[in-house]
């Protein structure tokens, strides 16, 4: 994988666009392209930390303080940068999408039960309540417990024969967001793509059911200095499960390969679902392996 920092902005903001925006956010692409393109914006940019650079937290930033995302953007952006960059510089790319626990449902079903979840990149914890969502695989029934969260996600299998049995939930986050903080949850709403009113809608209902339930410990630092300290707080007798999606490709190189040897190094099952650029989607892999091609929002699972 490319990691930011081996990169220029441009071709970070046409890799995006053309990788992930495409057919999901029509308005988010043809920023890219335009940004690409315009070199006293890039400037702009630049002159940023290189990790606060991200298309998506531009975007985010932007939407957070009203702005546009037609063909305005960089316009209003340029003329307000003091403002945005403050939110950049303030904030990060924290898109916690529930819709990817359809990608991961069928790996955590498959391993010896019960679990112990550890989501690497937690944000609110989302992604931490796979069991406790419904879900529609490509037309058939609905599978799961009654939730007013339900995943759709198109496959051609094979899919879950049963809902994991979760015992423990924990995470890691370089600043977790409060769910019982209307600021906040605010922010997780301008990471939603624009175009994705039901992606908005399935982010609120997702948000007043972990509200309804125990909270997970989600611990605040840096994946790589506080994974095993976490891995070791798992209970006995359940399967420790690090996951983790969108995260490894924020990190420099040395920090990706750190942490992919303390993977095969720790007593446990390590589950990425994460961005290859200049390719479709994310790539699913269990223990190193790639197994699945993923929507980046869960909405496709194609088995390699």
């Not at 996951?243 to 095969?264: C, I, N, P, Q």
Request: aromatic letters at 8%.
């Amino acid at each position: 994988m490319i990691g930011m920092s081996e990169s220029t902005t441009a071709e970070r903001y046409l890799s995006f666009g053309r990788s992930e925006a495409e057919g999901n956010s029509p308005a988010y692409a043809a920023r890219c392209e335009e940004i690409a393109g315009d070199t006293a914006f890039l400037a702009l940019l630049d002159g940023l930390p290189e990790p606060k650079r991200q298309p998506n937290l531009l975007f985010a930033a932007i939407r957070f303080l009203g702005g546009p995302v037609d063909g305005g953007l960089r316009e209003w952006a340029a003329a307000r940068w003091g403002e945005v960059a403050a939110v950049m510089l303030a904030h990060s790319t924290q898109t916690n999408e529930p819709g990817r626990c359809a990608s991961l449902l069928p790996l955590l079903a498959r391993l010896p039960q019960p679990l112990a979840l550890i989501e690497v990149g937690a944000s609110a914890g989302l992604c931490l309540f796979p069991d406790k969502y419904r879900y529609e695989y490509s037309g058939h029934p609905p599978f799961g417990p009654a939730s007013p969260v339900t995943l759709a996600c198109r496959t051609g299998g094979p899919l879950p024969q049963r809902m994991p049995d979760v015992a423990w939930r924990a995470g890691i986050d370089l600043n977790p967001i409060d769910i019982t903080d209307p600021e906040q949850t605010r922010w997780l709403e301008a990471l939603v793509w624009p175009e994705q009113h039901e992606r908005l809608a399935r982010l609120r209902a997702a948000l007043d059911l972990a509200r309804a339930e125990p909270r997970p410990l989600i611990v605040r630092g840096d994946l790589n200095e506080h994974i095993e300290e976490l891995v070791a707080r798992a209970p006995s007798g359940a399967t420790t499960v690090v996951f983790h999606s969108a995260v490894l490709w924020y990190l420099a190189r040395e920090d990706r390969e750190r942490f992919a040897r303390t993977m095969r190094r720790l007593p446990v099952r390590w589950i990425s679902n994460e961005a290859e650029p200049g390719r479709e989607g994310f790539t699913l892999a269990l223990d190193g392996e790639p197994v699945a091609r993923t929507g980046p929002h869960g909405q496709f699972l194609e088995w390699l």
